[in-house]
């Protein structure tokens, strides 16, 4: 009877195992197909057609080019390597201006051969329009749509991933935010998470230390909601009043709330590798007449380097995916940041405030799993950066 | 039929007979709470029916219609050409009704000079090409434009309106939420931003808006929004299916009745009708 337990206990055991391994594998393995999925679309959105006149020997434009041309960035075609000859922009909204309900007929029949007809009838016109709509015997100019490239995607300055004709999906701005945003965070709390670490390995009572340790761990539970909260309603206000900034939202009110929310980690285990520091090294250098400053500063802090730079670097992945509290503060502009002043966008933002809106299965859905891939990839790195450092300091003290 | 059947058969009917009555209506987020409170007062009416609400957006609502999935869809934009012909391809008609109307204002900080601001000057200040406060007749100060996600009705709507479907510009600083705006509106000196009608308090100002280059300003109330003087304001609508005329047409006249209108109103929407101008004044009156 009590074999079969243990059997059985062991058999749950293993099967746990790897039932959260095969679904961790599946969820991975589902961000990834469906991130791919983006460099299977195409340019131009699904089932459209941009066409233009007869003429017009316009072949290929990219998706930046058609933004420009359909926000009136771009009048002329001449810009684009033919004469010099306004720009007509034509979307199916706009087909009233042009024809009356009659004209078109009561099932909408004759709409494509007059959109055809307009098109012919004027140069300068591009008209975006449903592919199923033109007659074929149009004699219309298409513009050729290629699928989206990879590196558009990732050096792309641009994120619009909601323009019509032509989406864009530049993903640098999105990922020089996180990375910025990250970057800053950890040098805030660095100094901090290390000094309070070492005053309450080493310098605080027991009492304080009873007291102060609840409390930091105290941090990690509070909601990162409402860390956002506290970063618009009292941070912002006070970075604007401080820096004189025309706009408080900014790169720097995101990393000190970051900041603030990677203490409590970079604390705890930075703490915990210092009182793990073995006695017999710390009653060596004591017993060598060195002082107890010395003895922190030039035996416990080295020796126990390998754990604060995981706490450090476990600090760092809780900044690179947090997303709420960033969403609320950092103003979400999706620029290249140049400063840190400057408002920014990260990649968790983004996945937050869009996907709720993203069509299923389009390329702007796609494009946020890709974000996801991203972002897995560096906070993969983050945890490797981890195993690496760790290991290496158990050789060391063994 | 012994006992048992007849408890089974009655205990189907229970199960069955309210999915066969039941009214199916979906579509835009924005018409949600409105379409929500509707249905709850209908049904204190007509307690014997049952309504099911769900979101999801316009898009959404309008293409449940021809698949049947909904009696009828919320939209808080008017029908597409491209979604007219998808109808038409299938043989259907559509009807719409405009249950209410929404109003957009857009607000800068209280302590900014400028009242008002045509379409164009709005469009260039969105899109970046005018970027300090001086250009449009302010003080020496960096304009810092507010937006909603992409995700939001608000943001699409006031594109189509306000921008003429250009894009915003890219360094435009998004926010989650409407709260979110009116909070950065409100401590930021050169900031602009738009929010719905009902969400307008004393922390932002309200700027006045002409759609004829100048001529004719309004300020955004309940009143010029309904009169037709503010020009942000857009229509939101129901659609169904002419067939289905017959099971539709009592909430969709209860939601246009004076009853109905009344919670258009609570909702910080703008009503249909206005009974006269006189209680459109009085209307905004008691708002402040």
Redesign the interface.
């Given at each position: 009877m009590k074999r079969v337990l243990e059997h059985a206990v062991r058999w749950l055991l293993t099967a746990s195992g790897f039932v959260t391994s095969a679904v961790i594998l599946l969820i991975i393995g589902f961000l990834f197909t469906e991130g791919a999925g983006l460099f299977r679309e195409h340019v131009i959105e699904e089932g459209y057609v941009l066409a233009l006149n007869r003429d017009n020997p316009v072949k290929e434009m990219s998706a930046a080019e058609i933004?420009a041309v359909?926000?009136?960035d771009i009048v002329s075609w001449k810009d684009l390597g033919w004469k010099d000859i306004p720009v007509e922009t034509f979307?199916?909204?706009d087909?009233g201006r042009y024809f009356t309900e009659a004209e078109l007929g009561p099932?909408?029949e004759h709409?494509g051969s007059a959109i055809a007809g307009l098109v012919s009838s004027h140069p300068g016109m591009i008209a975006f329009v449903?592919e199923s709509?033109i007659p074929q015997e149009a004699g219309l100019n298409f513009i050729e749509d290629s699928t989206i490239s990879f590196s558009e995607v990732i050096a792309g300055p641009?994120?619009?991933?909601?323009?019509?004709p032509a989406p864009l999906f530049g993903m640098w701005?999105l990922l020089a935010g996180t990375l910025w945003v990250s970057l800053f965070a950890i040098l805030i709390a660095l100094p901090f998470g290390i000094s309070i670490a070492v005053y309450m390995a080493e310098v605080a009572s027991e009492k304080v230390r009873n007291f102060l340790k609840p409390v930091i761990e105290l941090l990690n539970g509070i909601p990162s909601v409402v860390y956002g909260f506290f970063g618009?309603?009292v941070i912002?206000?006070m970075l604007?009043r401080v820096f004189g900034l025309?706009?408080?939202?900014s790169g720097l009110a995101g990393s000190l709330v970051l900041a603030i929310m990677a203490l409590p980690t970079i604390v705890t285990v930075a703490e915990d590798a210092m009182r793990n520091c073995p006695r017999s090294l710390r009653e060596a250098s004591l017993a060598l007449g060195a002082t107890k400053w010395q003895t922190i500063s030039k035996v416990v802090i080295p020796s126990s380097m390998s754990g604060i730079a995981s706490g450090v670097v476990l600090g760092i992945g809780r900044a690179v995916g947090e997303t709420m509290a960033v969403?609320?503060v950092t103003?979400?502009?999706?620029?290249v940041p140049t400063t840190i002043l400057e408002?920014l966008?990260t990649i968790p933002a983004t996945i937050a405030?869009?996907l709720?809106?993203?069509?299923a299965g389009g390329a702007h859905y796609q494009s946020l799993f890709l974000l996801g891939v991203i972002l897995f990839f560096i906070t993969f790195f983050i945890n490797l950066c981890v195993e690496f450092i760790s290991s290496r300091g158990k050789v060391r003290n063994s | 039929m012994n006992r048992r059947h007849l408890f089974i058969s009655f205990f189907a009917a229970i199960c069955l007979y309210p999915q066969a009555e039941a009214q199916r209506i979906k579509g835009s987020d924005t018409l949600l709470p409105l379409t929500q409170e509707l249905a709850e007062e209908y049904l204190d009416s007509h307690p014997d029916e049952e309504i099911i609400v769900t979101g999801g957006g316009s898009g959404v609502g309008i293409a449940a219609l021809p698949e049947n999935t909904t009696d009828i869809a919320m939209a808080s934009r008017r029908i597409r050409f491209s979604e007219k012909m998808k109808f038409a391809d299938l043989g259907l008609d559509v009807r719409e009704v405009i249950v209410a109307y929404d109003a957009l204002a857009v607000v800068v900080n209280p302590s900014n000079p400028v009242d008002s601001l045509t379409r164009e000057q709005l469009e260039a200040i969105f899109r970046g090409k005018v970027t300090n406060w001086k250009e449009v007749g302010g003080d020496d100060c960096r304009i810092v434009v507010y937006s909603r996600e992409t995700s939001s009705g608000t943001y699409e709507f006031f594109k189509e309106s306000v921008l003429e479907n250009k894009n915003y510009m890219s360094s435009i600083l998004s926010m989650p939420a409407t709260g979110a705006i009116i909070q950065s509106v409100r401590q930021t000196r050169g900031a602009i931003g738009y929010i719905g009608l009902a969400y307008l308090n004393r922390y932002v100002k309200p700027l006045a808006v002409s759609y004829d280059g100048g001529s004719h300003y309004a300020y955004p109330s309940v009143g010029t929004a309904a009169s037709g003087q503010y020009p942000i304001v857009r229509p939101l609508y129901y659609y169904y299916d002419p067939r289905k005329e017959a099971e539709v047409s009592s909430f969709i006249s209860f939601a246009l009745s004076p009853e109905g209108q009344e919670s258009v109103l609570e909702q910080g929407f703008i009503p249909v009708r206005m009974e006269s101008p006189a209680e459109a004044r009085q209307m905004d009156a008691s708002e402040e």
């Amino acid at each position: 009877m009590k074999r079969v337990l243990e059997h059985a206990v062991r058999w749950l055991l293993t099967a746990s195992g790897f039932v959260t391994s095969a679904v961790i594998l599946l969820i991975i393995g589902f961000l990834f197909t469906e991130g791919a999925g983006l460099f299977r679309e195409h340019v131009i959105e699904e089932g459209y057609v941009l066409a233009l006149n007869r003429d017009n020997p316009v072949k290929e434009m990219s998706a930046a080019e058609i933004k420009a041309v359909f926000d009136e960035d771009i009048v002329s075609w001449k810009d684009l390597g033919w004469k010099d000859i306004p720009v007509e922009t034509f979307r199916l909204e706009d087909i009233g201006r042009y024809f009356t309900e009659a004209e078109l007929g009561p099932q909408y029949e004759h709409a494509g051969s007059a959109i055809a007809g307009l098109v012919s009838s004027h140069p300068g016109m591009i008209a975006f329009v449903p592919e199923s709509m033109i007659p074929q015997e149009a004699g219309l100019n298409f513009i050729e749509d290629s699928t989206i490239s990879f590196s558009e995607v990732i050096a792309g300055p641009e994120w619009f991933p909601t323009a019509t004709p032509a989406p864009l999906f530049g993903m640098w701005p999105l990922l020089a935010g996180t990375l910025w945003v990250s970057l800053f965070a950890i040098l805030i709390a660095l100094p901090f998470g290390i000094s309070i670490a070492v005053y309450m390995a080493e310098v605080a009572s027991e009492k304080v230390r009873n007291f102060l340790k609840p409390v930091i761990e105290l941090l990690n539970g509070i909601p990162s909601v409402v860390y956002g909260f506290f970063g618009l309603i009292v941070i912002v206000p006070m970075l604007q009043r401080v820096f004189g900034l025309p706009v408080g939202e900014s790169g720097l009110a995101g990393s000190l709330v970051l900041a603030i929310m990677a203490l409590p980690t970079i604390v705890t285990v930075a703490e915990d590798a210092m009182r793990n520091c073995p006695r017999s090294l710390r009653e060596a250098s004591l017993a060598l007449g060195a002082t107890k400053w010395q003895t922190i500063s030039k035996v416990v802090i080295p020796s126990s380097m390998s754990g604060i730079a995981s706490g450090v670097v476990l600090g760092i992945g809780r900044a690179v995916g947090e997303t709420m509290a960033v969403l609320m503060v950092t103003g979400n502009a999706a620029v290249v940041p140049t400063t840190i002043l400057e408002p920014l966008r990260t990649i968790p933002a983004t996945i937050a405030a869009e996907l709720g809106e993203a069509p299923a299965g389009g390329a702007h859905y796609q494009s946020l799993f890709l974000l996801g891939v991203i972002l897995f990839f560096i906070t993969f790195f983050i945890n490797l950066c981890v195993e690496f450092i760790s290991s290496r300091g158990k050789v060391r003290n063994s | 039929m012994n006992r048992r059947h007849l408890f089974i058969s009655f205990f189907a009917a229970i199960c069955l007979y309210p999915q066969a009555e039941a009214q199916r209506i979906k579509g835009s987020d924005t018409l949600l709470p409105l379409t929500q409170e509707l249905a709850e007062e209908y049904l204190d009416s007509h307690p014997d029916e049952e309504i099911i609400v769900t979101g999801g957006g316009s898009g959404v609502g309008i293409a449940a219609l021809p698949e049947n999935t909904t009696d009828i869809a919320m939209a808080s934009r008017r029908i597409r050409f491209s979604e007219k012909m998808k109808f038409a391809d299938l043989g259907l008609d559509v009807r719409e009704v405009i249950v209410a109307y929404d109003a957009l204002a857009v607000v800068v900080n209280p302590s900014n000079p400028v009242d008002s601001l045509t379409r164009e000057q709005l469009e260039a200040i969105f899109r970046g090409k005018v970027t300090n406060w001086k250009e449009v007749g302010g003080d020496d100060c960096r304009i810092v434009v507010y937006s909603r996600e992409t995700s939001s009705g608000t943001y699409e709507f006031f594109k189509e309106s306000v921008l003429e479907n250009k894009n915003y510009m890219s360094s435009i600083l998004s926010m989650p939420a409407t709260g979110a705006i009116i909070q950065s509106v409100r401590q930021t000196r050169g900031a602009i931003g738009y929010i719905g009608l009902a969400y307008l308090n004393r922390y932002v100002k309200p700027l006045a808006v002409s759609y004829d280059g100048g001529s004719h300003y309004a300020y955004p109330s309940v009143g010029t929004a309904a009169s037709g003087q503010y020009p942000i304001v857009r229509p939101l609508y129901y659609y169904y299916d002419p067939r289905k005329e017959a099971e539709v047409s009592s909430f969709i006249s209860f939601a246009l009745s004076p009853e109905g209108q009344e919670s258009v109103l609570e909702q910080g929407f703008i009503p249909v009708r206005m009974e006269s101008p006189a209680e459109a004044r009085q209307m905004d009156a008691s708002e402040e």
